[in-house]
């Protein structure tokens, strides 16, 4: 079985400022992760994925993230936050034992940006 | 390059009736999604296809929903009759082997 956990629905920054949105997984075999944004009135966007290759990886928009086996954790962060940065986020993990088929997605964090 | 196209964009109907949801998929991606996103669900996956054949249909709520995928470029979701509790944003997505997801942007359904 694999999940992720977001922690915090709702995160507040100011325009400028960093952001960190949280996310950790559970998952028996090692695991695919991935970072999505979600605009309003769209579909999910790809920002960024982990695939056993290097343990800081690099999306669009400015954001990184790394992969932490020890805290089973696949933060998110950018380093100064944009106005345009202000949507829903998705942590999602796969596996192999599921054929990388079946992508579990978190429950979201809305990201707000304060001018 | 297009990407996955959903129609339509939105629909409003009443209970009882039949909603056909489209997908077509991003030409070469041998996998297509179905998913409803909901407030208090989230985003759940339904039902997912590999060269047009249903691979995994256990997320599908009930019998009132059915998927096809008749070819490798179309996809319908059915739901009949539709219900309030159907009301949702369905989400296609498709993709190649071993490769991220890549979504429309939704079909907002509204059972009234």
């Known amino acids: 079985a694999q999940s992720v956990t977001q922690l915090g629905s709702h995160v507040s920054v100011s325009e400028g400022a960093l952001v960190l949105l949280r996310c950790n997984y559970s998952?028996?075999?090692?695991?695919?992760l991935f970072w999505y944004v979600q605009y309003p009135n769209q579909g999910l966007q790809l920002l960024l994925k982990?695939?056993?290759?290097?343990?800081l990886v690099k999306g669009i928009n400015g954001f990184e993230a790394e992969f932490k086996k020890s805290e089973t954790s696949f933060h998110l962060t950018k380093p100064s936050a944009h106005m345009s940065d202000a949507a829903e986020y998705f942590c999602?993990?796969?596996?192999?034992?599921?054929?990388?088929?079946?992508?579990?997605f978190g429950t979201g964090t809305k990201l707000q940006v304060i001018p | 390059d297009a990407g996955v196209i959903q129609s339509p964009r939105h629909e409003v109907t009443e209970m009882g009736q039949e909603v056909t949801l489209r997908c077509k998929p991003i030409?070469?991606?041998?996998?297509l999604f179905w998913y409803r996103q909901t407030m208090m669900r989230g985003l759940e996956l339904l039902i997912y296809?590999?060269?047009?054949?249903?691979?995994?249909d256990s997320g599908m709520p009930e019998d009132r929903f059915s998927a096809k995928m008749p070819n490798a470029s179309f996809s319908t979701l059915k739901i009949q009759p539709s219900e309030p509790r159907d009301s949702a944003v369905y989400f296609c997505?498709?993709?190649?082997?071993?490769?991220?997801?890549?979504f429309g942007d939704g079909t907002r359904l509204s059972i009234l």
């Open positions: 982990y695939t056993s290759a290097a343990t």
């Open positions: 997505a498709s993709r190649k082997e071993n490769q991220p997801q890549h």
């Open positions: 998952s028996s075999v090692p695991p695919y």
């Open positions: 296809f590999n060269n047009n054949v249903p691979i995994d």
């Open positions: 030409s070469g991606h041998d996998y």
């Open positions: 999602a993990v796969t596996s192999p034992s599921g054929g990388y088929q079946k992508v579990t």
